[in-house]
């Protein structure tokens, strides 16, 4: 069972506060990414980050910033939580972009709910 | 606008027979495809895997096919078991160098149902 774990498991926030997720592993893995899964659209790609310090933008990245201030932390924030944010989130991890090892592992996510 | 597609939300099998998955993609850049199996209330896991330089890959009940020239792969199961019934999205990974590189693009998922 890989080492990466989602808090909080489940959140209720009202529209317009600030809210972080955060994404640990303890695999040393140099990729990390931050997914939502909505009926209907499955997986959808929201940031991600290929090292301390270095993030970048995926296909939903409106509304949501990231950090990566150490290789085990990933943080995603909401900076004013809107009810269309109200989604299942999803944290990943994978150890190379190539070759025999490649493949994502992913956390149990993160439930928000946004009223 | 959608690079990996699996056009069928749903699919109801009754237990011992074939399931068949399917997912089309349009990019040709896609070197790697991957299946994911997803409980409810649970992360998404790792199920099969082929590179495009194959066309089958199996692992017990589990195979995939790979057709390059359709852009076209699918999951096999079989015989079909209730604990199966799960989420299953397909995935791809580009290979094209720059910054979309090793990135994973998924399907909608196919929820599959398989009844006793």
């Known amino acids: 069972d890989a080492g990466i774990t989602q808090s909080p498991r489940h959140k209720v926030t009202e529209t317009g506060t600030p809210v972080t997720l955060r994404c640990h592993q303890t695999?040393?893995?140099?990729?990390m990414y931050w997914y939502r899964q909505d009926p209907g659209h499955g997986l959808r790609l929201i940031h991600y980050?290929?090292?301390?310090?270095?993030?970048d933008k995926g296909e939903v990245s409106d509304g949501y910033s990231v950090s990566r201030s150490k290789t085990e932390d990933f943080l995603l924030t909401l900076e004013s939580a809107t009810s269309s944010q109200t989604s299942v989130y999803f944290c990943?991890?994978?150890?190379?972009?190539?070759?025999?090892?490649?493949?994502?592992?992913f956390g149990s996510g993160t439930r928000l709910t946004v009223v | 606008d959608q690079q990996v597609k699996q056009n069928s939300p749903s699919l109801s099998v009754q237990e011992g027979r074939i399931s068949i998955l399917n997912c089309d993609y349009t990019?040709?850049?896609?070197?790697?495809f991957l299946w994911y199996k997803k409980y409810p209330a649970e992360g998404p896991t790792f199920l099969i895997s082929?590179?495009?330089?194959?066309d089958k890959n199996e692992d017990g009940r589990f195979t995939v096919f790979l057709n390059k020239s359709a852009k076209h792969l699918s999951l096999h199961i079989v015989p079909s078991q209730p604990g199966d019934s799960a989420v299953y999205f397909c995935a791809a990974r580009n290979s094209l160098r720059g910054s979309t590189l090793g990135r994973l693009y998924f399907g909608r998922g196919t929820q599959l149902t398989v009844w006793p």
């Open positions: 980050s290929y090292g301390v310090k270095d993030t």
């Open positions: 082929i590179s495009s330089i194959k």
């Open positions: 990943a991890i994978s150890e190379s972009l190539t070759g025999k090892n490649y493949g994502y592992t």
């Open positions: 695999e040393n893995h140099r990729y």
């Open positions: 990019n040709s850049m896609f070197d790697y």
